[in-house]
């Protein structure tokens, strides 16, 4: 993924890459990032500024009042959000909204009481470790990954969890070689993260509880590449 240098110089469109530049590199240094409202752009400067930063491989799905669609740049950590009163560019490691949305309940969390079918074996155990890491997770602490794809389970052990630790707010894709679906839980801290190859056949299944699996996130080295790599294309269209 390259991003596509714009014909004609934008004056507005090369300063706001410049200040994209510079929040690229505070965040690669752990510092806050930044968000540039993009609402009051002329077409003009819009469409510069689109050619510039072109579509990445993570786009993301956020539940909520508003609904907002992310979708990243070609420069890993520089984010675009849009939805109804929502037109901005964030860069960071992942857009603020999709960690606080994350655990809104589309359909709640309700753990053991979910209905038990014939064919549920295993998944009481996977449910009591999951609720246990959600409950006990401390902001920093490493991930705890429950890997399905490793341990015996039916079908509709996988249903029953489904329905146990309900659905978030947040879905994100990445698309590379293959695919991986991200998908937030409602119970805190828990997600589903899903890879799938080039055919489309499920490779890994895990659930994880995390802030946010790192699969989604833009590394400090990704966003100092984004900063110069951001520069190289303002001194391109200049």
């Known amino acids: 993924y390259e991003p596509h240098v714009p014909e004609r110089a934008d004056p507005a469109a090369l300063t706001l890459l410049a200040q994209m530049a510079a929040a690229c590199d505070l ?12 609402a009051g752009l002329t077409a003009s400067t819009r469409h510069a500024l689109a050619d510039a930063l072109g579509q990445g491989e993570v786009s993301m799905r956020l539940r909520g009042a508003p609904a907002v669609k992310v ?7 520089v984010w675009l959000l849009q939805g109804v009163g929502v037109d901005r560019a964030e860069v960071g490691a992942v857009p603020r909204l999709s960690i606080s949305r994350a655990h809104l309940p589309h359909s709640p969390a309700i753990g ?32 705890h990954v ?5 341990l015996p389970h039916t079908p509709e052990d996988l249903d029953w969890l489904a329905e146990a630790l309900g659905e978030g707010a947040t879905t994100i894709l990445s698309r590379g ?27 890994l299944d895990t659930f994880e509880v995390s802030e946010i699996p790192e699969v989604a ?15 190289e294309v303002i001194e391109a269209i200049r």
């Open 27 to 38: 965040a690669a240094q752990g510092g806050p990032g930044a968000d540039f409202d993009l």
């Open 71 to 77: 979708q990243e740049s070609v420069f890993c950590g």
């Open 217 to 231: 996130l833009a590394a400090p080295e990704d966003l100092a590449d984004s900063a110069g790599r951001i520069r």
């Open 177 to 203: 070689y293959g695919n991986c679906r991200i998908t937030a839980c409602a119970q805190p801290h828990v997600w589903r993260v899903q890879f799938y190859n080039s055919t489309d056949q499920l490779i």
């Open 146 to 150: 429950v890997n399905l794809s490793l």
């Open 112 to 143: 053991p009481l979910a209905r038990r079918r014939d064919g549920v074996v295993n998944a009481p155990a996977l449910l009591a470790e999951l609720i246990d890491k959600s409950q006990a997770r401390q902001p920093g602490s490493p991930a």
